[in-house]
């Protein structure tokens, strides 16, 4: 695959810079790299929501699961301000870096399939933007959905106590690529799963703007 040749920068678990590798190589050698992830935050009739999307089936981790509102690596040579793109090229927004709010550096690391480890310096976001559903246009071999999660139910997501499924209102395109409306339900199996840790730095920051 094309992404398995794009060229990240490698770091030390103290983050400092100590070379680059193919994402192929950092992945399947666990090596630390950065990413840029924005959780975009809306409120739909006094009710406040995070947007979540669909990971494509054929992506090399968490294929078919909810993830974060946009997300990608950093690639060799490119400043956190660069990750702006993600949001244009996976959802087609343009949003400037200063709209953003920081919720800070944190650092994950993740089992994948077939033993290996995904360790990365997450570069963690959050934008708030209440533009309808249908104003996104979503990259076909990334993201297959988005779907509003009232936040109340990220928090019990965010706790591990999703003890029961959700109902969220999304966005999925149909045969000719148009986006449709969607109900869906969903479980907690269907989440990429994050820890306590890095949802409570996602939380913390949402806190402060509603």
């Not at 290996?116 to 959905?145: I, M």
């Not at 109900?183 to 269907?190: L, V």
Request: hydrophobic content about 35%; glycine content about 6%.
């Amino acid at each position: 695959m094309k992404q398995d040749l794009e060229t990240f920068d490698i770091f030390d678990r103290e983050m400092k810079l100590i070379g680059t590798a193919t994402r192929r190589k950092a992945h399947e050698q666990g090596l630390w790299h950065q990413t840029f992830q924005c959780w975009i935050l809306s409120k739909q009739e006094d009710e406040w929501f995070l947007l979540f999307q669909m990971r494509h089936p054929d992506k090399d981790t968490f294929p078919n699961l909810l993830d974060i509102s946009c997300a990608g690596h950093l690639l060799a040579g490119e400043q956190v301000e660069d990750g702006v793109r993600e949001l244009e090229e996976e959802l087609g927004i343009q949003v400037e870096f200063k709209e953003l709010h920081s919720c800070g550096i944190y650092q994950e690391e993740q089992l994948l399939d077939g033993g290996k480890t995904d360790r990365e310096f997450c570069h963690v976001f959050v934008l708030k933007d209440d533009r309808p559903l249908h104003a996104y246009r979503l990259q076909e071999d990334e993201v297959t959905g988005l779907y509003r999660v009232r936040l109340a139910d990220v928090r019990r997501i965010s706790h591990v106590q999703l003890d029961a499924p959700i109902r969220a209102h999304g966005m999925e395109p149909d045969s000719n690529g148009l986006l449709r409306d969607v109900e869906r339900t969903f479980d907690a199996g269907d989440f990429v799963p994050h820890g306590k840790d890095y949802f409570r730095l996602v939380m913390d920051t949402i806190e402060t703007l509603i």
